[in-house]
């Protein structure tokens, strides 16, 4: 079997927990390429959070940003995604909600696509598909 990828996942806590419940619990399904790691900070950090959420992605191999529809407001996104770039962690931009329009942390680059949630795609981005 091979090994999986630990993943890292960032959300905005405060509206998209729900969803990022859902993504975690695949990590649990038999054929998964990936295992839940750690995921954004859900409480505020004290002292130096940064250094903090740092030592969190120290040993993932892949950050996932889920994208939700406030997710350009979610400032600990857009930091979680600026660590993972200075670390030189991958990461892809994953939709939320495939109804809705889903918005990118503003520490995404213009050319970072957001990719619609599917299994079968997740596995692919996963594996480095993008």
């Not at 993504?23 to 954004?40: H, I, R, T, V, Y």
């Not at 040993?59 to 030189?88: P, S, Y």
Request: glycine share 4%; proline share 4%.
């Amino acid at each position: 079997m091979a090994v999986k990828k630990r993943a890292f996942i960032s959300f905005d806590y405060d509206n998209d927990s729900t969803v990022k419940m859902y993504l975690a619990g695949q990590a649990k399904n038999p054929d998964s390429p990936f295992e839940f790691k750690d995921n954004s900070v859900s409480a505020h950090l004290t002292g130096d959070w940064e250094q903090k959420v740092r030592r969190r992605m120290d040993n993932i191999d892949v950050v996932i940003v889920l994208c939700g529809t406030q997710t350009h407001t979610a400032k600990g996104v857009a930091a979680e995604l600026k660590i993972a770039k200075e670390l030189g962690k991958k990461y892809f931009l994953l939709a939320a909600y495939p109804e809705k329009a889903c918005t990118k942390p503003t520490t995404a680059a213009a050319d970072d696509k957001v990719y619609k949630w599917t299994w079968p795609n997740l596995k692919l981005l996963i594996a480095g598909n993008r």
